[in-house]
């Protein structure tokens, strides 16, 4: 008898993902340094824009992210997958140094606009964090090509905070309104590689961020299931948070998950003040609110039977393969974390 190594894979990555979710101890897998994980890296940042050309002229003209691929996609395979009948879209990857985020244009149909009363404790809030080596100098450049402030200036988080003194920071817009922020590491504090010398400023991402209602059940849905791990926490507040936020009275709990590869994800739980909105529950991929945290998994079809079984909310009626622009088509799904943030899984 013939066994079928693709369902058999399916069936394991199912066990685990049940077995973590209800608590179950099962016995210890044979390399602890690589257990079993829905999800083994992020490969990218999506976000949804208005308009594709502008889009990537700030993100490779004042950020100096790099264009790699740009193509258009459409058909009942692109409908299913992001849940939005019509579609047809224009998708850009661009790269900063290892990491990457993935820019969408729905020529149509056309979304809705952020709402313009969007504040940092909203929770469709998301944003990518870029590593600079000179936030002076980025700042005084983003000045030059007159973003949007958030923030008022760049912020110093105060020493008392083990785990994010020293650490410089700034939230900022980009031509949609998407947030996004550049932060400066101090010496002993980030990945290794943001403190190597280079001659550019604008070196990676570390993180995306999201706002979430509890941390705890984030933690169930990002560590639990995906297998993502814990890799730092902090609670934060003060006058340099508020500012930084740009939200009076800012107190958050803050904790940093990673795969094996690719940037952070960063949960943020305001436990002050009161008042931040969920996300709307017909958000949809064409909204400008819309972005997608892109998983790379070893089976998409596990990974969906997984989430599914679960009860996390699906997005695409079904696994579906999707052309990847130099590559092989890829099986690839979307779900939503228990905020209503988008997650698209792709097998890899």
Same mark, same amino acid.
């Given at each position: 008898?013939?066994?079928?190594?693709?369902?058999?894979?399916?069936?394991?990555?199912?066990?685990?993902?049940?077995?973590? *979710?209800?608590?179950?101890?099962?016995?210890? !897998? &044979? /390399?602890?340094?690589?257990?079993?994980?829905?999800?083994?890296? %992020?490969?990218?940042?999506?976000?949804?824009?208005s308009d594709m050309d502008r889009a990537i002229a700030f993100y490779t003209r004042v950020l100096f992210f790099e264009k790699v691929s740009d193509v258009e996609a459409w058909g009942d395979e692109v409908e299913h997958v992001h849940g939005v009948f019509g579609a047809r879209l224009r998708v850009a990857r661009l790269t900063l140094g290892a990491e990457a985020i993935e820019l969408?244009?729905? *020529?149509?149909p056309r979304g809705r606009p952020? !709402? &313009? /009363?969007?504040?940092?404790?909203?929770?469709?809030?998301?944003? %990518?964090?870029?590593?600079?080596?000179?936030?002076?100098?980025?700042?005084?450049?983003?000045?030059?090509?007159?973003?949007?402030?958030?923030?008022?200036?760049?912020?110093?988080?105060?020493?008392w905070n083990p785990s994010a003194g020293g650490i410089r920071a700034f939230y900022f817009k980009d031509p949609d309104g998407h947030p996004l922020e550049i932060l400066q590491?101090?010496?002993?504090?980030?990945?290794?590689?943001?403190?190597?010398?280079?001659?550019?400023?604008?070196?990676?991402?570390?993180?995306?961020?999201?706002v979430v209602g509890a941390t705890d059940a984030s933690l169930r849905f990002w560590r639990d299931a995906l297998g993502l791990r814990v890799a730092g926490r902090s609670e934060n507040w003060g006058p340099e948070q508020e500012r930084l936020n740009n939200v009076f009275g800012a107190r958050l709990r803050i904790t940093t998950l990673r795969a094996a590869a690719g940037p952070g994800v960063e949960l943020l739980e305001y436990l002050a003040p009161p008042g931040g909105?969920?996300?709307?529950?017909?958000?949809?991929?064409?909204?400008?609110?819309?972005?997608?945290?892109?998983?790379?998994?070893?089976?998409?079809?596990?990974?969906?039977?997984?989430?599914?079984?679960?009860?996390?909310?699906?997005?695409s009626?079904?696994?579906?393969?999707?052309?990847?622009?130099g590559a092989a088509p890829r099986a690839a799904f979307v779900a939503r974390d228990p905020d209503g943030h988008a997650l698209q899984l792709r097998s890899r």
């Open positions: 008898m013939h066994r079928d190594p693709s369902l058999a894979r399916r069936t394991a990555l199912l066990f685990v993902a049940l077995a973590l *979710l209800l608590g179950v101890k099962g016995p210890a !897998p &044979a /390399d602890q340094s690589a257990p079993a994980a829905l999800a083994r890296a %992020v490969d990218a940042v999506g976000i949804t824009v969408t244009e729905f *020529l149509t952020l !709402p &313009a /009363d969007s504040r940092s404790n909203d929770r469709w809030f998301q944003h %990518v964090a870029i590593v600079v080596n000179d936030i002076d100098q980025a700042y005084l450049w983003l000045r030059r090509h007159r973003v949007e402030h958030v923030s008022p200036a760049p912020q110093t988080l105060p020493d590491f101090p010496p002993g504090k980030g990945d290794p590689r943001w403190h190597r010398p280079s001659d550019r400023v604008f070196l990676g991402i570390d993180h995306t961020a999201i909105r969920a996300a709307p529950v017909d958000a949809r991929a064409n909204d400008l609110a819309h972005w997608q945290v892109v998983l790379a998994t070893p089976d998409a079809g596990a990974a969906a039977a997984a989430l599914r079984a679960a009860r996390a909310p699906l997005v009626s079904r696994v579906v393969t999707l052309p990847d622009a």
